[in-house]
């Protein structure tokens, strides 16, 4: 490789140079933080000790949400900086660039995590290192699991123990996945646009934890903009004519916004007013158990609920999973919750009227599974989303002596981010609103919450043997308690 010339601009420097085990950069459209991610996988690669043949190996998979994603815009990048027959060779069916320079190869891994089946592959990679391009779209969980692939390749079979590396903290010797001198070389960084207020990606980039470094751009309209050199003039001044302010707040100034790829769902929900500002404690009596919104299928989440005396809905927490069986959630998610926060009190689950069907594998249904747990559970009396969107509508629109009917404990930390925007109506490329709420990694725990709402609001049907007013459920005994 040669002929490449990259001098990063001092808001980029910092990250490319970083060798904190995660390291995420945002900020504006054209700010080069993506060129700078590229960048670090040869700053990083050539970092790498070398292997008995005397070649530094290493392997970085380069994530991204589609495979139209990567075909369009991260793939092509890569190839201005890394030209194929120059830098190295682009294998375009097995979406993959072999990196070779000096005595330096790269294996770049292209994956769009289209699927299950995608996420499957990616998480049984033996990798050096990761990259999350707009990881503000990446999965909070593929971002987790993820960074238990790195660190596996080389191994230390291909790179072997030298003497003056030592002995890790548990005696074990030094060798595989590290530097010239004998430190762990595993890393995982990401570019990206700000992400939306009150979400996973938000909460890390302000609380990062200690192995992280977190880098934020200025504004491309201000002084300290020092990647403007290289786009055309005035840019974003152009770029922000006719744009509304939170379109300019978030790819303009690099500021936390909500979503603009569509409508929220429950546009009335806000965190100030249905946000409680302290710790909500239940009231454990046989007259008011707890009423657990649960869906279903391979992501089960559950909102834990109660009316109080007051005729409010109090929500006192959530939990949502990510390709989990219904058994599994009630054993790692379900029970220890209510266990831990809950004991004592009664509790009726109100389910997915979906659940009641039984599976080809053990001719169960869910609703069996729960029963036999030892829980009381009820279906909801439809899966209609219009009815269900209009159950929790109503109960964010009511006021009890000029506060909320509805209110919710700051610890939810799937519901919030839900209801803030998270779970939505897609945009259509016309500029229309898709029908029904897209299907996201905010849904479950929504339409979770929204059983539960539809049952407190109204009267449910228990086991199709007719119908019980909220009163009537209010005397069920809890059961499933260990």
Same mark, same amino acid.
């Given at each position: 490789?040669?002929?490449?010339?990259?001098?990063?601009?001092?808001?980029?420097?910092?990250?490319?140079?970083?060798?904190?085990?995660?390291?995420?950069?945002?900020?504006?459209?054209? +700010?080069?933080?993506?060129?700078?991610?590229?960048?670090?996988?040869?700053?990083?690669?050539?970092?790498?000790?070398?292997?008995?043949?005397?070649?530094?190996?290493?392997?970085?998979?380069?994530?991204?949400? %589609?495979?139209? $994603?990567?075909?369009?815009?991260?793939?092509?990048?890569?190839?201005?900086?890394?030209?194929?027959?120059?830098?190295?060779?682009?294998?375009?069916?097995?979406?993959?660039?072999?990196?070779?320079?000096?005595?330096?190869?790269?294996?770049?891994?292209?994956?769009?995590?289209?699927?299950?089946?995608?996420?499957?592959?990616?998480?049984?990679?033996?990798? +050096?290192?990761?990259?999350?391009?707009?990881?503000?779209?990446?999965?909070?969980?593929?971002?987790?699991?993820?960074?238990?692939?790195?660190?596996?390749?080389?191994?230390?079979?291909?790179?072997?123990?030298?003497?003056?590396?030592?002995?890790?903290?548990?005696?074990?010797?030094?060798?595989?996945?590290? %530097?010239?001198?004998?430190?762990?070389?595993?890393?995982?960084?990401?570019?990206?646009?700000?992400?939306?207020?009150?979400?996973?990606?938000?909460?890390?980039?302000?609380?990062?934890?200690?192995?992280?470094?977190?880098?934020? $751009?200025?504004?491309?309209?201000?002084?300290?903009?020092?990647?403007?050199?290289?786009?055309? +003039?005035?840019?974003?001044?152009?770029? @922000?004519?006719?744009?509304?302010?939170?379109?300019?707040?978030?790819?303009?100034?690099?500021?936390?916004?909500?979503?603009?790829?569509?409508?929220?769902?429950?546009?009335?929900?806000?965190?100030?007013?249905?946000?409680?500002?302290?710790?909500?404690?239940?009231?454990?009596?046989?007259?008011?158990?707890?009423?657990?919104?649960?869906?279903?299928?391979?992501?089960?989440?559950? %909102?834990?609920?109660?009316?109080?005396?007051?005729?409010?809905?109090?929500?006192?927490?959530?939990? %949502?999973?990510?390709?989990?069986?219904?058994?599994?959630?009630?054993?790692?998610?379900?029970?220890?919750?209510?266990?831990?926060?809950?004991?004592?009190?009664?509790?009726?689950?109100?389910?997915?009227?979906?659940?009641?069907?039984?599976?080809?594998?053990?001719?169960?249904?869910?609703?069996?599974?729960?029963?036999?747990?030892?829980?009381?559970?009820?279906?909801?009396?439809?899966?209609?989303?219009?009815?269900?969107?209009? @159950?929790?509508?109503?109960?964010?629109?009511?006021?009890?002596?000029?506060?909320?009917?509805?209110?919710?404990?700051?610890?939810?930390?799937?519901?919030?981010?839900?209801?803030?925007?998270?779970?939505?109506?897609?945009?259509?490329?016309?500029?229309?609103?898709?029908?029904?709420?897209?299907?996201?990694?905010?849904?479950?725990?929504?339409?979770?919450? $929204?059983?539960?709402?539809?049952?407190?609001?109204?009267?449910?049907? @228990?086991?199709? +043997?007719?119908?019980? $007013?909220?009163?009537?459920?209010?005397?069920?005994?809890?059961?499933?308690?260990?």
């Amino acid at each position: 490789m040669t002929g490449i010339v990259y001098d990063p601009p001092p808001s980029v420097r910092g990250f490319l140079l970083s060798t904190s085990f995660l390291s995420l950069i945002c900020g504006p459209v054209g +700010s080069t933080k993506t060129t700078g991610a590229i960048m670090k996988i040869a700053y990083h690669a050539q970092r790498m000790a070398a292997c008995r043949d005397g070649v530094r190996r290493s392997r970085a998979i380069w994530v991204r949400n %589609t495979r139209e $994603q990567l075909r369009d815009t991260s793939i092509p990048d890569v190839l201005k900086w890394f030209p194929d027959g120059q830098a190295g060779i682009y294998l375009k069916s097995e979406y993959k660039f072999l990196l070779k320079f000096n005595d330096v190869e790269c294996e770049i891994l292209f994956r769009g995590l289209d699927d299950a089946n995608d996420i499957r592959r990616l998480l049984s990679l033996q990798a +050096s290192f990761a990259i999350l391009d707009e990881f503000r779209e990446i999965h909070p969980g593929i971002f987790e699991n993820i960074q238990g692939r790195l660190g596996r390749y080389p191994d230390k079979m291909m790179v072997p123990h030298r003497p003056e590396w030592g002995v890790d903290s548990k005696g074990d010797p030094i060798a595989g996945c590290v %530097t010239d001198d004998g430190k762990p070389n595993m890393h995982l960084w990401g570019a990206s646009n700000p992400p939306d207020r009150d979400t996973y990606w938000e909460e890390f980039l302000s609380n990062p934890p200690a192995n992280a470094r977190v880098f934020m $751009q200025p504004s491309g309209l201000s002084s300290n903009a020092d990647w403007v050199k290289y786009l055309p +003039s005035d840019y974003y001044e152009n770029l @922000a004519d006719g744009k509304s302010q939170d379109w300019v707040d978030v790819y303009i100034h690099a500021k936390f916004g909500k979503s603009l790829a569509g409508s929220p769902v429950h546009p009335t929900f806000s965190r100030d007013f249905h946000v409680a500002k302290a710790t909500l404690n239940p009231i454990r009596s046989a007259e008011y158990p707890l009423l657990i919104g649960m869906d279903f299928g391979l992501n089960p989440s559950i %909102t834990i609920n109660q009316i109080d005396p007051r005729g409010r809905l109090l929500t006192f927490a959530d939990a %949502t999973s990510d390709g989990m069986g219904a058994m599994r959630f009630i054993q790692t998610k379900l029970r220890p919750l209510l266990a831990n926060r809950f004991s004592g009190a009664p509790c009726l689950i109100i389910g997915d009227p979906a659940g009641q069907q039984r599976v080809q594998t053990d001719e169960r249904s869910v609703f069996d599974i729960l029963r036999q747990e030892g829980f009381r559970v009820v279906a909801a009396r439809t899966n209609a989303t219009a009815a269900r969107t209009a @159950a929790l509508d109503t109960w964010l629109a009511r006021q009890l002596d000029g506060g909320p009917a509805h209110l919710i404990d700051p610890c939810c930390a799937a519901l919030i981010p839900a209801l803030k925007g998270g779970y939505r109506y897609k945009r259509k490329k016309d500029g229309e609103l898709e029908p029904t709420p897209e299907k996201n990694l905010h849904s479950h725990i929504a339409e979770a919450h $929204q059983y539960a709402c539809l049952h407190a609001g109204g009267p449910t049907i @228990a086991g199709g +043997s007719g119908v019980a $007013q909220r009163r009537e459920v209010r005397r069920v005994a809890s059961t499933g308690w260990t």
